[in-house]
C-alpha cells in the first residue's frame, strides 16, 4: 500500500491543477472543512487566486470509535444521520443527542475562534468550491451540501483528494461537480494515503485563513 500525497499541501496543489477552470473568476470561493479540509483549501485558493473561507461542520462519532462518523451537524440546524450506522451499532436515541449536544458547542466555540468578527460567506448566485482532505463516509461533506444549498448558490463543485469511488457517485448525485484524485480500493481511512497526516490546529486554520485574506486585499 502507497501513500498517494506528502502532505495535505501537496494534495491541495495537486487539486488546484484539476480546477483550473474556476481560477480568477470573480463569482468564485474556496470553502474549506476545518480542521483538515483548510490547509488543502488553502492551496487550492492560493492557485487559483480566489477568496477563502470555511464551512463549518462537526462529525457525530460513534461512542468509543469516534473516527467512525454515524452522522454530521452544521450550522442552522442541519443534521445528516447515518441510519445504517446507528442501526448496526444499535446506538440509542439519548447517547446520539448527548453526542450532538457536545459537538454543536464544539461548532458554537469553532465558529468564534476562526471567523471572529468577519461576517458568514456570500453563497447565493456563487460557484462554490467545496474542498476536505478526503471522504470517508461522506456524513460530514453531506452535511456541509445541505447547509449551502440552502443559501442557492450558483454551482456546487466539491472537491477532496481522495475517497471511496462509491462516496464520489454518491455525491455526483446531490452537487454539480465531484472532483478527486484518487479512489483507492479498499478504502480503509483518509489518513493511509497521506505521508503526514498530523492533525491541524485551530491555529494554523486561523493563521492560513488570514494569510489568504492578506493576500486577497
Request: aromatic share 6%; hydrophobic share 45%; charged share 25%.
Amino acid at each position: 500500500m502507497k501513500t498517494r500525497f506528502r502532505d495535505r499541501t501537496h494534495a491541495g496543489k495537486e487539486l488546484a491543477n484539476q480546477l483550473t477552470i474556476y481560477a480568477n473568476r470573480s463569482d468564485a470561493i474556496v470553502l474549506g472543512l476545518p480542521r483538515g479540509g483548510v490547509p488543502v483549501a488553502y492551496e487550492v485558493a492560493k492557485a487559483l487566486n480566489l477568496p477563502l473561507d470555511i464551512c463549518l461542520v462537526r462529525k457525530l462519532g460513534v461512542p468509543g470509535h469516534k473516527e467512525l462518523a454515524m452522522g454530521a451537524i452544521a450550522s442552522g440546524g442541519v443534521r445528516v444521520l447515518n441510519y445504517d450506522v446507528i442501526s448496526w451499532l444499535a446506538i440509542a436515541d439519548k447517547a446520539l443527542e448527548h453526542i450532538a449536544d457536545r459537538e454543536l458547542r464544539e461548532l458554537q466555540r469553532r465558529d468564534r475562534a476562526y471567523r471572529g468578527d468577519r461576517p458568514q460567506p456570500e453563497v447565493c448566485d456563487r460557484t462554490i468550491i467545496l474542498v476536505d482532505d478526503g471522504l470517508a463516509t461522506g456524513a460530514t461533506m453531506r452535511a456541509a451540501i445541505a447547509v449551502l444549498q440552502k443559501q442557492q448558490p450558483k454551482e456546487l463543485v466539491v472537491a477532496v483528494p481522495v475517497a471511496p469511488l462509491a462516496g464520489c457517485k454518491t455525491l455526483e448525485t446531490e452537487v454539480d461537480k465531484v472532483v478527486c484524485l484518487s479512489n483507492p480500493e479498499p478504502f480503509y481511512a483518509i489518513g493511509l494515503w497521506y505521508k503526514n497526516f498530523a492533525q491541524t490546529t485551530d491555529e494554523q486554520v486561523r493563521n492560513l485563513l488570514a494569510k489568504q485574506l492578506a493576500t486577497a486585499s
